[in-house]
């Protein structure tokens, strides 16, 4: 059987990463080597800019502009928040049709895989012959099938150096810090913060997961512990955090239930969930000296803040997706698997299996008596993050007292 011929159309939704402008490109770039793709499109705004037939003709971009672009934290073609229905998906399919677009990529999470599966489904049942092909990203980790995700290990990479700063700023002015960073079903980039840790009273103390249920009085107790031993406590908290009944925590602490476009309650949004943490410490422990961050959006697209894995594995799933979708034929999302320590290999799993459910947190990874993670997760996660910049404590003998005795 012949190539399919005809136009390609690739597209990135949902929250920007650091390295999701390499998939584009590596995907462009690679579409570009075909005679059967007739040219390349992208798609403004995601599946929003299909619909609206809002197409850029990639097929002209100069390769220079284009690895300028790969090089570019954030989405090089804008994203969407749109949870596309099978309505939506049909209007997808009835413009990729109408442009004799036989090639369709699109860069994002579960939901997003979920879309390329009921636009798939919507082809086969028109006859249509259409490859689409899911190209994973999403700095929570947490789609099923692939080992990790393209995006985590730059986002993580920014965690835990912004932790390590926080560390040298809390041992220097002593006191309670709580950094809230994204996850709204999975730890993994929260556990990230562990590589801030040098020494052996370094922050984060503590670290709080959505995947184990949140009890405020062992939280209360952690902080007490930690804080009469070192005379500071650093702690990483989820958003996503919920108590034992799945109920999140930012709801039960401020009564708060602000919806985002999709129905789930608000978490990036606000410093709630901070603020909330910080006020049972104060009124619990008579701690004076208690102060929160919420990263949001920094932790997503901060400039200069790449790992050099993460890079480089995004580039290759946005080339692999054209070539599976050229050479093989096929329809899928690509996912990894790791091979050795520290290699991957590239393969494509059923749209199904990655749509819409999400993957947590193995339970190996957490410590749940001691707040924090363990050895395993380290070895996962050490060669995604790459290395972290160079930092010391000043050795020397203290002075002998004369009036302070």
């Not at 799993?349 to 997760?377: C, G, I, M």
């Amino acid at each position: 059987m012949g190539k399919l011929v005809g136009k390609a159309v690739i597209a990135q939704g949902g929250g920007p990463t650091a390295v999701i402008n390499q998939s584009l490109v590596g995907a462009v770039l690679e579409a570009r080597k075909y005679d059967c793709i007739e040219n390349v499109y992208g798609a403004l705004h995601g599946v929003s800019g299909i619909v609206n037939e809002d197409f850029m003709d990639l097929s002209q971009a100069t390769t220079h502009n284009l690895e300028m672009v790969a090089n570019t934290p954030s989405s090089g073609m804008l994203s969407t928040r749109d949870k596309p229905d099978k309505e939506y998906c049909a209007r997808i399919f009835e413009v990729l049709k109408a442009h004799d677009v036989r090639y369709f990529y699109y860069c994002g999470g579960n939901d997003s895989a979920d879309t390329c599966k009921i636009v798939n489904e919507n082809a086969k049942d028109a006859g249509y012959e259409l490859r689409v092909i899911h190209i994973p990203k999403t700095i929570d980790n947490d789609l099923r099938m692939t080992d990790h995700c393209p995006g985590f290990g730059s986002a993580g990479k920014f965690v835990s150096q912004a932790f390590a700063g926080i560390n040298l700023d809390n041992r220097s002015l002593p006191g309670v810090y709580i950094g809230v960073i994204m996850g709204r079903h999975a730890g993994f980039l929260t556990a990230t913060s562990i590589f801030a840790k040098k020494y052996p009273d370094d922050g984060p103390n503590l670290i709080y997961v959505p995947e184990v249920a949140f009890d405020q009085e062992k939280f209360v107790a952690d902080v007490d512990k930690i804080y009469s031993k070192y005379g500071r406590c650093v702690i990483a908290v989820s958003e996503g955090i919920v108590d034992k009944d799945s109920t999140p925590i930012v709801t039960t602490l401020t009564q708060i239930d602000e919806k985002d476009s999709h129905g789930n309650i608000q978490l990036s949004g606000t410093g709630a969930l901070g603020d909330g943490l910080s006020m049972i410490i104060k009124q619990q422990l008579k701690i004076k000296r208690v102060r929160c961050d919420t990263f949001g959006y920094l932790q997503r697209s901060f400039l200069g803040v790449v790992s050099d894995t993460d890079a480089h594995e995004a580039r290759e799933v946005g080339e692999k997706a054209v070539q599976y979708s050229v050479w093989e034929n096929v329809d899928g999302s690509v996912a990894i698997r790791r091979t050795g320590d520290y290699s991957v290999e590239y393969f494509l799993t059923p749209l199904d299996t990655v749509a819409r459910e999400t993957k947590h947190l193995p339970k190996e990874f957490y410590d749940q008596e001691n707040s924090t993670v363990t050895d395993e997760f380290k070895k996962y996660a050490r060669p995604l993050i790459g290395s972290m910049p160079v930092y010391d404590r000043i050795s020397a003998p203290m002075v002998k007292k004369i009036l302070n005795k």
